[in-house]
Every structure is written in structure tokens, then in C-alpha cells.
């Protein structure tokens, strides 16, 4: 686990991680790795960027074409060096797996974790 390739059965983290972050990207117009000087945070839009990232992860895992199913998860918040913590626990089979990137762009702070669970 962990790197390009490997068994089709296989939860492979970088391929889920490239989603993730080409996900946010995409939600956020990020180019050349620098987030729009005008981006800030919106209260009034959160509801819409989660469910953004969170479709275009599903969509991009699922062209994967890997036999799993997928949960994913997504916290936006103001950054405002302000704690969060998350946690999760989970009993995986050997093709299982999961990742959880997190990603500050200005004032948002941007979790995704990606659950894979083969079928």
C-alpha cells in the first residue's frame, strides 16, 4: 500500500490522495498551487464547496475502477489557528484503506478523508 500500481484489488493511498487534492483544486480554482488571492472564507458557502469536493472524489475514485466502496468525508472551517481534531478507527480487510488530507488555503482549513472498502 502506499504507492502507484500495485494489486487492482488494492486500496492504493496516492492514487485516493491525487483525487483528493485534484478535488479541492478544482472546488477552490487553485492553479500552480497557489489558491486565488481573493479566496476567504464564506460561512454561506461551505455547504456548497463540501458537497463539491466530495462529489468530485467520488466521481475520480470511481474511475479508478477499483472493486470498492467509497465514504468520504469533508471539513471546512475558517483557519483562524483555532484546534480541531478528528479521529476514526476501523477494523480493515488486507485490501481496505484509508487517507485523510488536510489543506490550508488563506483563512480555510480543508480536511477530506477517503474511506475505501473492498467489495
Partial sequence: MGDFGGDKDEFITD???????ESIQAVFSIKDNQPPSGLIFSR???????S???DNCLRGLNRLEKPFKYVV???????????????????????????MVDIVLNDIL?????FGLGI
Fill in 15 to 21: 492514487e485516493a490522495r491525487k483525487v483528493i487534492e
Fill in 44 to 50: 454561506d458557502k461551505v455547504n456548497s464547496w463540501c
Fill in 52 to 54: 463539491q469536493i466530495i
Fill in 73 to 99: 468525508t469533508c471539513i471546512v472551517q475558517q483557519h483562524v489557528d483555532a484546534g480541531l481534531q478528528t479521529a476514526w478507527c476501523g477494523y480493515f480487510d488486507k485490501t481496505d484503506g484509508a487517507i
Fill in 110 to 114: 480543508c480536511v477530506v478523508t477517503v
